[in-house]
């Protein structure tokens, strides 16, 4: 009994750390996906711009999640903790609570000035504005939840094998739906958001000495509730009043146009400049002899050759943050207008797209693996023999 209970115990050791690594992996190229679906479904692309960032970022985009979650999941741990619930009674109240929530706080993060943000009231503003639609989005994503966590369960801890590769797809799908879903809320809440709702009828911004614009007095300009597009689209849309209001240049007169003497005191330039620089003379520090005396007394100087210029220096490779940089100014900040049906249109069919299959595979098969090391280690355990 001895070597078959060392021999269980190894193989549950190795089985642990092979779920934690494995979990660690997949978990973090889930947060990648949905990150990636709600930014892009938000700045309202239809369809995924995958960028291919490395694995240090998926760890990254783990850890903000969890950090979201863990913000919110503690006290309530706390809060919950202080009724008699089971287990299970405790586990289903923290998860409608986290669903509650979870929601309006991904959203303030991310479109706050900082991610440690975690709660706006003008995002919970512009949601609530657009009641219908929240309302639908809380009906759809709980249906979602539920169903994907009932088949879970069934994979984890049920008698028969066949849920194990159906839960698999199950989470895989209903990752990508929900991000989809929250993107899509996402840009509704940011067209309903107008910068100038902080004005009152008739009045217009004023614009300081310092070039800054500023609301009229007893105004509190209304930061946008999604993105950094939405604030420096009102940026442009604001500077390019103030060049409206520049008065025009004033029209050239028929003693302006070229040729006249009369738009120039001193007259129009005459004469060309012909001189080449193969042809000029090698700088020697002194001026070179002429028979002609300079014009107006002044000296005269040679050009250098090509040679004796300073060689120009090669400039380095570009940094992966200029780049990314440089290609959201290069973007343009105009958000197009969400379907019709934004909760429906392109979101249940969406993990089926062309350009989603490569990341639907993965995370079936990254789920698969995590839920399947998970049954065995829970087969194989000794305390269950």
């Known amino acids: 009994m001895f ?27 889930a947060a990648y996906s949905f990150l990636e679906t709600l930014e892009n479904t938000a700045s309202g692309n239809d369809e995924v711009i995958w960028p291919g960032d490395p694995l240090p970022d998926w760890i990254w ?26 287990p299970w009674q405790f586990a289903v109240a923290l998860l ?9 706080s991904l959203l303030s993060s991310l479109s706050g000035s900082s991610r440690w943000i975690i709660f706006r009231p003008s995002v919970l503003r512009s949601l609530l504005k657009s009641a219908g639609t929240l309302g639908l989005f809380y009906v759809l994503t709980g249906i979602l939840i539920a169903l994907s966590s009932a088949v879970g369960f069934l994979a984890l801890f049920g008698q028969f094998i066949f849920w194990v590769p159906l839960a698999a797809v199950c989470w895989a799908v209903a990752l990508l ?19 100038e709702s902080g004005q009152k009828d008739g009045e ?23 993105g950094d597009e939405a604030q420096a689209k009102a940026k442009a849309e604001a500077l390019t009043g103030q060049q409206a209001q520049k008065p025009a240049p004033p029209a050239l007169q028929p003693s302006d146009q070229v040729g ?15 001189l080449l620089l193969q042809q000029a003379p090698p700088s020697t520090g002194t ?19 090509p040679e ?34 934004p909760l429906w249109d392109g979101v249940f069919s969406f993990p089926f797209y062309k350009t989603t299959l490569g990341p639907l595979i993965v995370l079936t098969f990254g789920f698969l693996a995590v839920v399947g090391l998970f049954r065995a280690l829970v087969f194989i355990f000794p305390g269950n023999q």
């Open 96 to 104: 409608a609570l986290l669903w509650l929530i979870f929601p309006v």
């Open 308 to 341: 004796a210029r300073a060689p120009g220096c090669i400039p380095g490779p570009e940094k992966p943050e200029r780049a990314k940089e440089e290609f959201k100014m290069a973007v343009s900040y105009d958000v197009p207008p969400p379907p019709a049906h």
């Open 204 to 226: 217009q911004a004023t614009t300081s000495q310092n070039g800054e614009s500023s609301s009229p007095a007893g105004t509190v300009p209304v930061e946008p509730a999604f």
């Open 61 to 86: 985009r783990l850890w903000y999640l969890a950090w979201i979650v863990a913000v919110w999941a503690v006290p309530l741990y706390f809060v919950l903790g202080y009724h008699t619930l089971t």
């Open 177 to 195: 739906i929900y991000a989809r879903l929250l993107g899509r809320m996402a840009l509704v809440i940011s067209l309903t958001t107008s910068p």
């Open 3 to 29: 070597p078959s209970e060392a021999f269980a115990v190894i193989i549950a050791v190795v089985l642990v750390a092979a779920e934690v690594l494995v979990s660690l992996l997949v978990y973090s190229y």
């Open 260 to 274: 006249s003497t009369a738009a120039d005191s001193y007259g129009p330039a005459e004469g060309t400049y012909d």
């Open 287 to 305: 001026p070179p002899p002429s028979s002609a005396p300079p014009k107006h007394g002044l000296p005269t100087y040679s050009l250098a050759p």
